[in-house]
C-alpha cells in the first residue's frame, strides 16, 4: 500500500491540495460515512485520509483512485464542481473553455492534469497531461479497465506497456486495452504535454 508523505503543517499545503481535501470531505459527509470508514474501506490509516481532506497531505494517482472507489464517486467530476449560476456559452454541456479547466496536482510530482471532457459524455474521458522534467506516473504499473489512447502534444514521452518501452515525440500516439500494465514518465529534460483519452471514467 502507498503511504503518502504530509507537509510539516496545514499553512504550506498547496491551493489544490485544500480544494480536492474539501471535495472529498464533502462527498464522505454527504453519504454520512466517517473518517474510519473510508479508512477500512482503503486499508489506508486514518490519519492519512484526514490529512487528504485537510489538504495537508498530497494524495498520489493510486491513493486518489482507492478514495474515489470508497466512496463510489467519479473521481473525474473532482477536476471540475459544477459552475453555479444558469448556463451561457461560456458554461455549457458540449465544451470545455480553457478558463474553465481545473488543474489537478497531485502531490509535487511534476504532474498536472486538467479534465477537457464536456459533461454531456457519458462515457468517454479526456485529460491534458503536462509533465515537467522528470515527472513520471506511479513508479508501479498500472492495470485500468478503460481502453486508453494517448496524443503527444510537445516534448518526449516514454511509454512502457507490457514488457515494451516506447519513446514518443511531438505527432505520436499509443493505445491499448485496460488489460496492459503500463506507465509513463516524461522522456526528456523539457516540459512534455500529452491528451490522454479513456473509454471509462476516471474513477474505474
Known amino acids: 500500500m502507498e503511504i503518502d508523505k504530509p507537509e510539516d503543517s496545514a499553512n504550506s499545503a498547496d491551493e489544490h491540495d ?42 498520489s494517482i493510486r491513493t486518489l483512485r482507492a478514495i474515489c ?3 463510489d464517486i467519479d473521481g473525474a467530476s473532482l477536476l471540475a464542481p459544477p459552475a453555479a449560476g444558469p448556463a451561457s456559452d461560456d458554461q455549457n454541456e458540449f465544451t470545455v473553455r480553457v478558463s474553465a479547466r481545473k488543474p489537478l496536482k497531485l502531490g509535487n510530482n ?21 509533465l515537467e522534467p522528470g515527472a513520471a506516473s506511479d513508479p508501479g504499473f ?29 505527432g505520436d500516439s499509443y493505445g491499448f486495452s485496460g488489460s496492459h500494465p503500463y506507465r509513463w514518465q516524461n522522456g526528456w529534460d523539457q516540459k512534455t504535454v500529452f491528451l490522454v483519452v479513456n473509454s471509462t471514467h476516471f474513477y474505474v
Open 142 to 170: 498500472l492495470v485500468q479497465a478503460s481502453d486508453k489512447i494517448g496524443y503527444v502534444l510537445a516534448g518526449k514521452l516514454q511509454v512502457f506497456v507490457d514488457d515494451k518501452s516506447f519513446l514518443l515525440e511531438a
Open 18 to 59: 485544500k480544494a480536492l481535501g474539501e471535495r472529498l470531505r464533502a462527498a464522505r459527509l454527504q453519504q454520512g460515512l466517517k473518517l474510519k470508514d473510508v479508512a477500512e474501506r482503503t486499508e489506508m490509516s486514518i490519519a492519512l485520509i484526514s490529512q487528504v481532506e485537510r489538504g495537508i497531505s498530497s494524495p
Open 110 to 130: 511534476g504532474v498536472t492534469k486538467y479534465r477537457i471532457t464536456p459533461s454531456s459524455c457519458a462515457a468517454l474521458e479526456g485529460f491534458l497531461m503536462e
Open 69 to 71: 472507489h470508497a466512496l
